[in-house]
């Protein structure tokens, strides 16, 4: 590859996935927005090499693809036909969370979600009705992400705009999703 700011060649180590269980310390590498990142030697400019990518994680049963735009994003559309009928297959599914995300940002925040066990979905629920329940009259942006547990169990949210956390205590009402 070659560097857009000084035309270097540039290597770098490229993932096209990354299974927790065998590789663990990657997982911080994927939530840290550092995989597939190229430096250039010379001018050190850092390259994102946005490529499809596979984040797995078998013992919390989720499976994330990175797509980049115009890939497909129907999960299906690679799994042959008779996979698809076998009963260990339908099994799997049942019990695997898979996800498809188009940014880096997306990726590591639903990688993050599931790390902490809790249900994408209703974290996402939990986002749209902070950001829809501001101020009237304010901006609806997208810059509200899951940033983590914190030790006493509480759910924090990050205003990536640099506005309030918010943060649900544990006990509130929450929503719940069979097979998800």
């Known amino acids: 590859m070659s560097c857009p700011e000084c ?96 940014n880096r940002r997306d990726l590591a925040e639903k990688a993050l979600i599931f790390e902490s066990g809790l249900d994408d979905r209703v974290i996402e629920y939990v986002k749209a009705t902070l950001r829809f329940s501001r101020q009237p009259g304010r901006k609806h942006s997208d810059s509200l992400v899951f940033a983590g547990r914190l030790p006493d169990g509480k759910i924090w949210f990050d205003d990536l705009e640099g506005e309030e956390l918010a943060i649900m205590p544990p006990g509130a009402p929450t929503l719940t999703f069979p097979n998800c």
């Open 7 to 102: 035309n270097a060649r540039v290597e770098f180590e490229h993932w096209e996935s990354v299974t927790t269980t065998l590789d663990p310390e990657m997982l911080r590498v994927v939530l840290e927005g550092r995989i597939n990142l190229a430096t250039c030697g010379k001018c050190e400019l850092s390259i994102y090499v946005d490529t499809p990518f596979l984040l797995s994680s078998p013992e919390n049963h989720y499976m994330i693809w990175f797509m980049t735009e115009g890939m497909p994003s129907e999960l299906d559309d690679d799994v042959p036909e008779f996979f698809k009928s076998a009963p260990k297959y339908q099994e799997y599914r049942q019990k695997t969370r898979m996800r498809v995300v188009r």
